[in-house]
């Protein structure tokens, strides 16, 4: 993994696409504006399950190796080996990050983490980059940490200025600039892109967002 795959760093499921979309549409879009890495996301009341979860990832990871873009699985460490994925993300409610990182061998991992000591045990275990939010308030995980700024962005980019970061939560055209600041590698989207009613002109504004601040 290079740290500007995490520049524009796109987060999707089925139920993140409005009911007239189609999920798979959108990841193409996204893909084609220029998102440089994908994360499979399938959560939710009504996401899919069994073969059709399955078949779905298989979607999209075929559509990501086309475009060169890196497939990553949250959480589902099984199925990330079963299909050969680029990596896992894990939060903090999923496998430790020791044994993740002994199940997915070689393979990009991923840790959210919302504090120092969260961030020191990635660090320790070989994590390939760290997610770090809710940044601002978001609609797109019910069960969402408090928002918290870019304060402890900023600190932990600043102590540990090898590690490639990504922001997530809540961010949008108006606030990414502020994330950027931080110095941290990339920002995480999901509604953003799902719910853009032109996804090149967003995907287009945050690139540039990111080249600004550089």
């Not at 499921?13 to 193409?28: A, D, F, K, W």
């Not at 399938?42 to 890196?70: D, I, N, S, W």
């Amino acid at each position: 993994m290079k740290r500007e795959d995490l520049e524009l760093y796109f987060i999707m499921g089925t139920s993140n696409v409005p009911p007239q979309e189609q999920p798979i549409y959108i990841l193409e879009k996204a893909l084609q504006a220029g998102i440089t890495m994908f994360q499979f996301r399938e959560k939710g009341p009504h996401a899919l399950t069994g073969l059709a979860y399955e078949q779905f990832a298989r979607q999209c990871q075929k559509l990501c190796h086309h475009y060169h873009v890196p497939f990553i699985i949250n959480d589902d460490v099984d199925l990330a080996i079963r299909l050969g994925a680029d990596g896992v993300h894990i939060g903090q409610d999923d496998l430790p990050v020791s044994v993740a990182r002994k199940r997915i061998g070689d393979m990009i991992l991923g840790v959210s983490v919302h504090c120092e000591e969260e961030l020191q045990i990635a660090i320790n275990h070989q994590a390939d980059y760290v997610g770090i939010g809710p940044i601002f308030p978001t609609s797109s995980k019910s069960d969402a940490q408090p928002p918290c700024g870019t304060s402890f962005l900023q600190e932990a980019h600043s102590l540990h200025p090898e590690l490639p970061i990504v922001a997530i939560g809540g961010i949008n055209f108006t606030n990414a600039h502020s994330v950027f600041q931080t110095g941290v590698d990339g920002v995480a989207v999901i509604s953003a892109i799902c719910q853009s009613k032109d996804v090149d002109h967003t995907v287009a504004t945050f690139r540039s967002l990111s080249r600004i601040n550089k």
